[in-house]
């Protein structure tokens, strides 16, 4: 898992990751790349992340993986992330293409409704919290 | 004592309280009108493991994170 105080250099991760298993022998990788679109006037998404939890659910994501003899990847942007570049990217290799299809759909949702991430819209300077677009933690609500 | 602390867009300093189990610590917050709105939204983690149980013992330096709802990517 990797983290970077600025938008993600795409190529340079995904090549960089291409390389690492360039003899793993994977027979499919398969990429996916969040880009910061322009609407509603933002400037920028900005994040806030809790890297211990996140930390923790890569890791569980990881031993998944393993399982099925696959390996997820992911990159991550904390802080302002202007329109039109990169916040978030994953990846997954495997040994067949069915398998590295699944998974990429099962870890990027689980992405969206369990990763310990936090989105702001960056409108005239302000840091906006995404209410309406985010999602409660399997496990909301317990202290209600 | 254990420490309570308030993650993402809560903007919230930690506090710390006296606290056996998580429905101790659920009491306590539900006195606290500025978290009326995020409670029933909230997951929360001991030490960094996600936990669900009301029932969930704590002790003596024992760290708790209240997470509100998520939006990666």
């Given at each position: 898992?990797?983290?970077?105080?600025?938008?993600?250099d795409t190529k340079e991760i995904f090549g960089r990751w291409l390389d690492?298993?360039?003899?793993?022998?994977?027979?499919?990788?398969?990429?996916?790349?969040?880009?910061?679109?322009?609407?509603?006037?933002?400037?920028?998404?900005?994040?806030?992340?809790?890297?211990?939890?996140?930390?923790?659910?890569?890791?569980?994501?990881?031993?998944?993986?393993?399982?099925?003899?696959?390996?997820?990847?992911?990159?991550?942007?904390?802080?302002?992330?202007?329109?039109?570049?990169?916040?978030?990217?994953?990846?997954?290799?495997?040994?067949?293409?069915?398998?590295?299809?699944?998974?990429?759909?099962?870890?990027?949702?689980?992405?969206?409704?369990?990763?310990?991430?936090?989105?702001?819209?960056?409108?005239?300077?302000?840091?906006?919290?995404?209410?309406?677009?985010?999602?409660?933690?399997?496990?909301?609500?317990?202290?209600? | 004592?254990?420490?309570?602390?308030?993650?993402?867009?809560?903007?919230?300093?930690?506090?710390?309280?006296?606290?056996?189990?998580?429905?101790?610590?659920?009491?306590?917050?539900?006195?606290?009108?500025?978290?009326?709105?995020?409670?029933?939204?909230?997951?929360?983690?001991?030490?960094?493991?996600?936990?669900?149980?009301?029932?969930?013992?704590?002790?003596?330096?024992?760290?708790?994170?209240?997470?509100?709802?998520?939006?990666?990517?």
């Open positions: 898992m990797e983290l970077y105080n600025s938008p993600l690492e298993h360039a003899e793993s022998n994977y027979g499919a990788y398969i990429p996916f790349v969040g880009t910061i679109r322009a609407e509603d006037g933002i400037e920028a998404l900005s994040f806030d992340i809790y890297e211990p939890v996140l930390q923790k659910w890569f890791d569980d994501w990881q031993k998944r993986a393993k399982a099925i003899g696959a390996v997820v990847k992911m990159a991550h942007s904390i802080g302002d992330v202007p329109v039109h570049t990169s916040s978030y990217v994953s990846a997954v290799f495997s040994p067949k293409r069915r398998v590295a299809l699944e998974l990429i759909d099962e870890f990027v949702e689980d992405f969206k409704a369990n990763a310990p991430i936090w989105k702001y819209d960056v409108k005239d300077g302000e840091r906006i919290y995404a209410a309406d677009r985010s999602t409660p933690m399997d496990g909301a609500g317990v202290l209600s | 004592m254990i420490q309570v602390e308030f993650l993402g867009p809560i903007a919230k300093a930690p506090i710390e309280m006296e606290a056996a189990t998580l429905a101790d610590v659920s009491q306590k917050l539900k006195e606290d009108s500025t978290l009326t709105q995020w409670l029933d939204k909230c997951a929360v983690a001991l030490n960094d493991t996600m936990v669900n149980d009301l029932s969930t013992a704590l002790k003596d330096g024992d760290r708790v994170s209240i997470l509100p709802p998520v939006c990666g990517g």
